[in-house]
């Protein structure tokens, strides 16, 4: 269990006795779908931030013309979530780092709405444990 309380200005997570500056997963999805589509990257960026409660400041999606491939990021003012894609090979790789009150596995059932993968990887690291 996570106690994401934290007092005013302090973004740190307070997790199973450890204090840390945040949770960052790392997602792989495999035989996805929508994987060349900017409407859907937008729209899967925005609302996992939502799902997660975090505080929307940009969202930037790029593609790369020579395999529609697409990069993409929201920054969080609780940090960030990137997708970069592989349509040619049916693969998108998330990064979902967050710090704070926010919940970063909420992202994941809405990655997963939009791209439909048939194949999933999460993975759950703490980013700067300091105590």
Known sequence: MTDRSAPAGDYLVRSEGAVH????????????RHLDDIAVAEAALRE????????????HVHRFEENGGLSG??????SHISVHTW???????FDVFMCGSCEP??????LRRHYRPAREAVEQRRRGVVG
């Open 105 to 110: 596995h909420e992202a994941v059932p809405v």
């Open 21 to 32: 500056a945040g949770t960052h997963l790392l997602i792989d999805f495999w035989d996805a």
């Open 73 to 78: 990021v929201a920054v969080l003012a609780e």
């Open 48 to 59: 996992a931030a939502e799902a997660c409660g975090a505080t929307i400041l940009h969202i």
């Open 87 to 93: 349509p040619e090979i049916g693969y998108a790789a």
